[in-house]
């Protein structure tokens, strides 16, 4: 059976990501992404309102056009976690092809929010749930199937996603940690990555997100995150001003730390901002969390400021505000603190939790220095880095290597640069470059089997 990948979006960035795999006559493609800093650069870009052509002009969507060079037909889109950067550009992309979209269910429930909010195009591909542990037949050879491998990163019910074919598999290791002590969810299922490299033609091909291959160890455990967490809100128990938390809003798990410790400081717990009630909200209907009752979710900028109003008029030292904002975007909840448009004052001494990392991008980092300056002119004191990244290290990435023992490895989710540190990691463990490690770009196609 003929088998290629192609290499459509994420090979030449952080973001965008898409990968297509035929397999004979069947197509899967995976992941279809938005590079946020390319919108970010733009003033008061409304994405749901673009055309893709001109998002794929800014660079921000996957160019899809290299999908014609593959002989076959898409049957299945299969985007493996809820991070924009891998499901922003469906609504653009999926209604050019006639196949459902599989996820799990929290991903499918971030997927159909990201579609009701499209603007410009019309997406009818059926949704359809999967969970981690089961197969999918594709096409109608009956030779082709589609697994879900549970892992673990920073957003809940993420997979990693495996096509089977008589060749072998090709498994798809975008986003992960190696997580055995997750706060929510089960741990990463390293068993069932050693059965699939033991299993009939083991795997044929292996594509890894290369975002830490160049720092040593392992990713530690949202578990370790949590216990820093904690011991920070521990030191600041007895402060009787404002404290203000930032996180990523779809880090279900921080979020869900957050509000505990906040209760425990006897501190009222309020989730602000859009993204923090889309993705929270959606958790807790789903049953992934179970937040306390009184615990608000405001998103609209009036009922925030209402919100904001409410703390003031209480008391600061009574609540703990979480907010958008970890990345210093423009319009998020603690940018707009940082500059004085809401009614939240903030005094000297008062208190701003970071547990997130900047993500390395110039965009990112430029905002967030300006944030940092706006809230320490009004006197915040920074809490910074209380945070464990989502992806896997060093060590992490030869376990991998050990557990699937692939046949070809294809470096994804970098720049050129940052392909280098895996390109050397994979080297000590006997790949050749040119040979059975393939460093790729956009828009190019890589035949594995002819």
Do not use: W
């Given at each position: 059976?003929e088998?290629?990948i ?15 795999v ?7 493609i995976?992941d ?7 919108v ?12 893709s ?5 800014m660079?921000?969507i ?6 014609s ?8 889109i299969v985007p493996?976690?809820?991070?924009l ?8 992309l ?10 799990s269910?929290?991903t499918?429930e971030?997927?159909?929010q990201q579609?009701?909010g ?13 969970e981690?542990?089961?197969m999918?037949?594709i ?5 082709v199937q589609?697994?879900?491998?549970n ?13 089977h074919t008589p ?5 798809y290791g975008?986003?992960k ?10 741990p990463?299922d390293m068993?069932?990555f050693r059965?699939?490299?033991r299993?009939g033609?083991g ?8 975002t830490n291959a ?7 455990s949202e578990?370790?995150a949590r ?10 128990e ?5 404290i ?27 989730l602000?901002g ?9 958790a807790?209907?789903l049953?992934?969390?179970d937040?306390p009752?009184?615990?608000?979710m405001?998103g ?8 904001f ?9 009574n609540?703990l505000?979480?907010?958008?904002g ?13 500059r004085?448009e ?10 701003v939790?970071?547990s997130?990392?900047?993500?390395p991008e110039p965009?990112?980092?430029?905002q967030?220095?300006q944030?940092e300056?706006?809230?320490g002119?009004?006197?915040a004191?920074i809490?910074d ?6 992806h896997l ?9 050990d557990a699937?023992e692939?046949?070809?490895v ?5 720049d ?5 540190p ?10 050749t470059?040119g ?10 196609i ?5």
């Open positions: 059976m088998i290629d192609a290499t459509i979006g994420g090979y030449e960035e952080v973001g965008r990501q898409m990968t297509a035929r397999a004979g006559d069947d197509i899967v995976f279809m992404g938005l590079n946020l800093s390319k970010l650069i733009h003033d008061n870009v409304e994405t749901e309102r673009m055309h052509l001109d998002l794929i002009d660079g921000a996957p160019d899809d056009r290299v999908m060079d593959l002989e076959g037909d898409v049957q299945a493996t976690h809820g991070h950067d891998h499901i922003g550009a469906i609504s653009k999926a209604h050019r092809y006639d196949a459902p979209i599989v996820a269910p929290f499918i971030l997927v159909k579609i009701e499209e603007q410009k195009f019309g997406v009818n591909n059926d949704l359809q749930k999967m981690a542990g089961e999918l037949e096409g109608d050879s009956g030779n589609l697994e879900f491998v892992v673990t990163h920073s957003i809940i019910d993420a997979i990693n996603p495996v096509v060749e072998g598999a090709v498994v975008l986003d940690r190696m997580d055995h002590t997750p706060v929510i969810g089960d990463i068993d069932r059965e699939i490299g299993e033609n795997v044929l091909a292996y594509i890894e997100d290369c160049g720092r040593k160890g392992r990713t530690p578990s370790t216990g820093h967490l904690k011991d920070v809100m521990g030191s600041i007895d402060y009787d001003g404002g203000v938390a930032t996180t990523f809003s779809s880090h279900i798990a921080r979020v869900s730390s957050l509000v505990e410790f906040a209760k425990d400081m006897g501190r009222q717990p309020v602000l859009r993204s923090m009630e889309k993705y929270s909200g959606t807790e209907r049953g992934f969390v937040f009752d009184d615990v608000g405001y609209h900028r009036k009922s925030v400021d209402r919100t109003k409410r703390i003031m008029n209480e008391g600061k030292e609540f505000p979480i907010v958008t970890h990345q210093g975007e423009p319009r998020a909840m603690l940018t707009r603190m940082g004085g809401t009614p939240y004052q903030l005094d000297e001494g008062d208190k939790l970071f997130a990392r900047v993500i965009t990112n980092e430029g967030r220095y944030s300056k706006l809230l002119m009004q006197g004191r809490y880095d209380i945070h464990v990244s989502g290290r060093e060590e992490g990435h030869y376990q991998m290597l699937l692939p046949e070809n294809i470096p994804a989710h970098q050129m640069k940052g392909f280098a895996y390109v050397d990691l994979a080297a000590k463990k006997g790949y470059l040979r059975d490690l393939h460093v790729t770009r956009n828009g190019n890589i035949n594995l089997v002819e």
